[in-house]
């Protein structure tokens, strides 16, 4: 990947050599204005070179000139383990492969079933310049996701690693049954509260009295997705409608927080 380069000039005045921003060591032009570079490394992708000639009496710069250098595609990505979080989404990162070229750009590929190729992916990111990209909007399913990259050169990489996840951004809900019919009279009430997901823990379960204030009922977990609490009715309690609320989270962390079914 070693070069050279050459150019004209006035003759005897000294060259500088800059590449992508970083000057390489001055060198004199010959009796001819003739000058050169020798050896030149050329990094992966797009190579930016301009000259500037100066002696005592001022200087002059060139145009710009590109050399691509495409040695290959860049090497396979290493996908990492999602990170859900319900609110932003599904959290992807990459990092590159312990050994070959390095991509500069890179685009995240998911699909409902496993796959081997770009073209069979049903989803995927914009050309991205950073690590990590943020999925979100997508049903309740298993994915698959992968990510491809691009070098300057504009070769893309293999198909990285494929790491499956269920993805489910839909929170629990809750529906309510009692022991008895409404209207209810003074004496215990025993109420069963059912999640439609398992939950992290415990949910809040409040009540309100008609015309009253709320008041926490303490529940426990008596089955599968179930909670069950008594609630006893005096002479005190305020007669009307009563509103429930309740609160949970399930393993993935979408959370509920309103009135059960």
């Known amino acids: 990947n070693a070069y050279t ?42 190579n930016a070179f301009t000259a500037s ?33 319900p609110a932003s ?28 190729s770009p073209a069979q992916a049903s989803g995927q990111s914009p050309i991205l310049s950073a690590q990590s990209y943020t999925v979100s909007g997508l049903t309740a399913r298993t994915y698959y996701f992968g990510v491809v990259g ?8 293999p198909l990285s690693n494929l790491i499956s996840y269920n993805y489910d951004p839909v929170p629990p809900a809750f529906s309510l049954n009692f022991d008895k019919s409404s209207p209810v009279g003074v004496g215990p009430l025993r109420i069963t509260l059912t999640s439609s997901k398992a939950l992290a823990n415990t949910p809040s379960f409040t009540l309100r009295p008609y015309g009253a204030q709320p008041v926490a009922l303490l529940i426990s977990n008596t089955a599968f997705n179930t909670y069950e609490g008594t609630l006893s009715i005096t002479p005190s309690t305020p007669s009307g409608l009563m509103q429930f609320t309740v609160a949970g989270q399930d393993l993935v962390g979408n959370k509920y927080n309103g009135s059960p079914a």
């Open 53 to 85: 000639a100066f002696d005592l009496l001022g200087s002059a710069n060139s145009g710009s000139r590109v050399i691509v250098r495409d040695s290959g595609p860049p090497a396979a990505l290493v996908i990492d383990t999602p990170s859900y979080n």
């Open 150 to 157: 691009y070098h300057d050169a504009g070769n893309i990489s």
């Open 89 to 116: 989404g599904l959290s992807l990162t990459w990092r590159f492969a312990a050994a070959g070229e390095r991509a500069t750009r890179f685009r995240v590929l998911w699909h409902t079933n496993s796959f081997s």
């Open 5 to 46: 380069l050459a150019g004209n000039s006035e003759p005897f005045v000294n060259v500088r050599l800059v590449q992508n921003g970083q000057p390489l060591p001055i060198t004199p032009a010959d009796f001819r204005g003739k000058w050169y570079y020798t050896n030149v490394a050329l990094v992966e992708g797009s």
